[in-house]
């Protein structure tokens, strides 16, 4: 990966880390709030989780990508994810 590609590609994973964060955050608000609604706090607990593994498909293909779309996973360098 170039240095550009490289960077740009871990500022969006920090974002995208980021971002699931903050919604386990939203949802232990939820979850601790004295008018908590069950209906609502499930919804967002399913909403994160859905959040959460879209984001690391989405790395995974935008990595491999930056990486010039390689024809083998063996060319590939190590996954750079923490």
Request: cysteine-free; proline content about 2%; charged content about 30%.
């Amino acid at each position: 990966m170039t240095h550009e590609l490289m960077q740009a590609y871990a500022d969006v994973e920090r974002a995208m880390e980021s971002y699931t964060k903050a919604l386990e955050q939203h949802v232990s608000f939820l979850k601790s709030s004295e008018r908590a609604d069950l209906e609502q706090i499930e919804r967002m607990t399913y909403g994160a989780r859905a959040m959460r593994d879209s984001a690391m498909i989405y790395l995974s293909y935008a990595k491999f990508i930056a990486q010039g779309m390689p024809k083998s996973e063996e060319l590939a360098p190590e996954d750079i994810q923490g």
